[in-house]
Nanobody
Framework: QVQLVESGGGLVQPGGSLRLSCVVS??????????VGWYRQAPGKQRELVAT???????NYADSVKGRFTISRDNAKNTVDLQMNSLKPEDTAVYYC???????????WGQGTQVTVSS
């Protein structure tokens, strides 16, 4: 069973940085083939894509975070990180780690970690 555990959220001032981490287990040594990503959901809004990384490591970012956020993956450690710089109040949300196995229309989600950007 695939399981995801996120960490690294918290309260930060505008302009600050945070790094989110996600440890994935249960992928049967196939993690390198998974598409991985981060999504977020702000109060009263739908969950939206923040960044994804293909099995080849190619990143894709929402326009709102381009140039500020960086997604990375470590296939040896089964981890997905999101480095967030120049944070803005509008980045406040619960952030969710997501993984998708190859050839299957299945999404696995973490429990979410709160990020609050406020002075």
């Amino acid at each position: 069973q695939v399981q995801l555990v996120e960490s690294g959220g918290g309260l930060v001032q505008p302009g600050g940085s945070l790094r989110l981490s996600c440890v994935v287990s249960g992928t049967r040594n196939l993690f390198r083939l998974y598409v991985v990503g981060w999504y977020r959901q702000a109060p009263g809004k739908q969950r939206e894509l923040v960044a994804t990384s293909t099995s080849g490591g190619n990143p894709n970012y929402a326009d709102s975070v381009k140039g500020r956020f960086t997604i990375s993956r470590d296939n040896a450690k089964n981890t997905v990180d999101l480095q967030m710089n120049s944070l803005k109040p509008e980045d406040t949300a619960v952030y969710y780690c997501n993984v998708r196995p190859p050839f299957l229309s299945i999404d696995y989600w973490g429990q979410g970690t709160q990020v609050t950007v406020s002075s």
